[in-house]
């Protein structure tokens, strides 16, 4: 959020980082990234890291352990396999875009048996088809279903409780393992009262912290398969890192830095209240949606239902470079907005409007469009940005 100097050239005033995630740092959370480092195996740091884990279950919705490792996200994915799977085990991923896809590969690349199931990349998780799966599962093979809670290249946010009973009708043993990287802290979230068996999640989306935490939460189910499960792990050991934290250590040196901002970042969340956090990601959900759809511009996500709060990725019309249009953003705006990821690049861009973030920010974002795509030489109605305003007058 300030201005940025690089060796080419001068953006005057605040950078806005409209991309999902990394998502804006608030200057807080930043100053106490700042502070000094302290002894992490002192008495001073164990009594803040327990008490940190413990204030971290309620944006879970857990009464289980937190466990965090210093890794991204994609980290937390690996940590959720490894201490659950054994070698050639089945887990079914469900398509729901590009993170589904990387975290596929991964448990392929693992030596799981890991099997994707097709989606098209404009829909949501469906309950159904993991049903149907699961009930052709006669020999009971699948030991895991994968979900994105909030799949980040589309734009579409599935419903874990939907999924969770989808599973159950079949009575199926499998776990539920679901990637929250970019929906804890900005969607409603419940470990617990979810059923999930195993949840995964990292700091730089709803979080508002910059990246390099990786978060796993284990339900009894879960750790009762990490008793028996016989992939290799060592850094991402879940019982090393239990038996480490139930008194406010780790088996390796945390990010001693980064948990001060996590602190700080989960004090500001409390002060505003998750519930306000939540209403204000959909109604500024709900504000871009309408700029869009009001410029006469497609949202990819086409389930209205399932459209995600965390961002939206617009659909550029046809023979126009979406990322032609990012660098012309960038240098017009100073405002850097995602990108189309795998398939979808360069026909997408994607707009974050999560984490610390605010009408101001949002109607400085949808300004800055509507003026850049007219400028880029995309016809747009100027009444998306009234269809976005209407919603915002509303307190
Ligand atoms: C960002 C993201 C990831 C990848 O996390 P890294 O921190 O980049 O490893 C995975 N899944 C989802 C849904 C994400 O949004």
Redesign the pocket.
Known sequence: MSGMANTETYYPGWQLLQI??PSNVPPAVLHAIAKPTIDHRGLAFAAFARNLLEDLRPVFGTREDIIVFP???????EAALVNTMSPGERVLMAETGH?ST??FEMAERLGLGAELLHGDWRHAADPEAISKRLVRDTTQEIKAVCV??????TGATSDIVAVRRAIDATGHPALLMV?????LGSVPYEHDRWGVDVT?S?S??GLMLP?GL?FNVAGPKAWQAAATAKMPRAYFDWAAMATATASGQFPYTPATNLLFGLRTALDLLSLEGMDKVFRRHARHGRATRAAVTGWGLEVLCVEEDHQSNVLTAVVMPDGASADAFRSYMVERFNLPLGNGLAKLRDRVFRIGHLGDFNDLMLIATLGALQLGLEGFGIPVKASGLEAAMAILREP
């Open positions: 999902p995630g890794s991204s996200g994609t980290g937390a994915w993170f990387l975290w994105v809670h909030n799949e980040t290249s990637d929250t990287i970019s929906s995964v990292g730089q989306k990246p990786g």
